[in-house]
């Protein structure tokens, strides 16, 4: 999936946002209280710039970090 992608096809959206939401879990489970929009939205931009599952992973926990909410 790439930027160039777009979100022109709604089941490419929502399998998108269902493999986030299995991602976030793992996160959720180990974190402080968070918005979980903020870690949706980094996991997103990363898959959609190319990063594997587990490299948007960690570039949202990595955002989380950044902006002092998580872990």
């Known amino acids: 999936m790439t930027a160039a ?3 022109t ?4 959206l929502a399998a998108l946002l269902h493999e986030t939401e299995q991602h976030h879990g793992a996160y959720e489970a180990s974190a402080a ?3 979980w929009w903020d ?3 980094a996991y997103i931009v990363a898959r959609m710039r190319g990063q594997t599952p587990a490299e948007a992973s960690e570039a949202a926990a990595q955002y989380m970090t950044r902006i002092g909410s998580g872990r």
């Open 9 to 12: 096809d709604v089941a490419m």
């Open 39 to 41: 870690w949706y939205a």
């Open 33 to 35: 209280a968070h918005n």
């Open 5 to 7: 992608d777009g979100f």
